[in-house]
């Protein structure tokens, strides 16, 4: 049976396309046209288990990647918890040597250094900043903080040349500059967090971003790793139903490849 790396080193992706593999939680593959991989929020590891306030935060999807076999061009975490900046998967991906440059916000850097990555390989981003790789092109989103933890959170929108725009938008509460902030990059497809717990958007808050922004396409994602941080995602669809636009609505699977174009 082939590997999800394989899968991912042996596809081809069509000028005008992106091509995107779910990893779970806020964990993406993200190919080119030109071949460059971009690896967004990896959680490879059960490192969040035991949660330290009794919640029951043990893994439930498979670890698609074994953290030291993960391959990318770039490394992106969008915020230092460790559910998206994994201490375990960073640690593994700075010995193996496999991944060439790690990117995020002001406190994903201290989480990178701990890991052992090299400065040089360390790479600082912040909203409206813009990092070039080939023919990718990421820009740095605004995303409100969930708890003062960590000050730094942010999304990217992802673009290989003229071809869709992609918007990750990070874990992020709720206020009107996120939606204003969204819809001024104009993306094709959105990936938006839709869990609820913690601060972070409800599947209802999420639609309405959606439906404020515009996209063709709105995948949500935040919902399935932890039994005390998850959401049912039909209830995303259902809130989109209610705002009128259901059709847009695409479930991501866990390891399958999915394509995004322009205008869906």
């Not at 559910?83 to 991944?99: E, M």
Request: hydrophobic share 40%; proline share 6%; glycine share 10%.
């Amino acid at each position: 049976m082939i590997g999800l790396n394989d899968e991912i080193r042996a596809t081809c992706v069509e000028t005008g396309t992106l091509a995107l593999w779910f990893l779970g939680q806020n964990g993406w593959m993200i190919k080119s046209p030109e071949g460059r991989v971009v690896a967004v929020d990896p959680y490879l590891s059960d490192s969040c288990n035991p949660s330290r306030r009794g919640l029951d935060l043990a893994r439930r999807v498979p670890v698609l990647i074994a953290p030291e076999a993960l391959e990318a061009d770039l490394l992106v975490c969008t915020h230092s918890h460790k559910d998206h900046a994994d201490p375990v998967t960073l640690c593994a991906c700075a010995r193996s040597g496999r991944v060439t440059a790690f990117l995020g916000p002001g406190d994903t850097q201290a989480v990178f250094a701990d890991a052992g990555i090299t400065e040089s390989q360390r790479l600082l981003s912040w909203p409206n900043h813009v990092t070039e790789l080939g023919d990718l092109r990421l820009t740095g989103t605004f995303a409100l903080p969930t708890d003062g933890g960590d000050l730094t959170h942010m999304g990217f929108v992802v673009q290989a040349g003229q071809g869709p725009k992609l918007w990750i938008t990070g874990d992020t509460a709720w206020c009107d500059l996120l939606a204003e902030g969204g819809a001024k990059h104009a993306p094709d497809a959105v990936i938006v967090p839709i869990n609820g717990g913690y601060a972070n958007l409800s599947h209802w808050e999420a639609a309405e971003l959606v439906r404020r922004v515009g996209p063709a396409q709105a995948i949500p994602c935040h919902w399935d790793m932890f039994a005390d941080n998850s959401c049912p995602p039909h209830m995303f669809e259902a809130s989109l139903t209610v705002k009128g636009i259901r059709e847009i609505y695409r479930l991501p699977v866990h390891g399958a490849k999915m394509v995004i174009s322009r205008n869906g």
